[in-house]
């Protein structure tokens, strides 16, 4: 985002590049979320 915010990336390849890194996003959040669950104590 701050290389679109600075002009340094056109709009089209910045909404080729976001697709793919939201989903990465989504990813990582769950594997985070599924191994603070697996590691809290209870």
């Given at each position: 985002?701050?290389v679109?915010?600075t002009?340094?990336?056109?709009n089209?390849?910045y909404?080729a590049l ?5 989903e990465?996003g989504?990813m ?5 979320g ?8 209870n």
């Amino acid at each position: 985002m701050i290389v679109w915010e600075t002009k340094s990336i056109d709009n089209r390849k910045y909404i080729a590049l976001s697709v793919p890194l939201e989903e990465i996003g989504k990813m990582l959040g769950g594997w985070n979320g599924q191994l603070t669950k697996q590691n809290s104590p209870n």
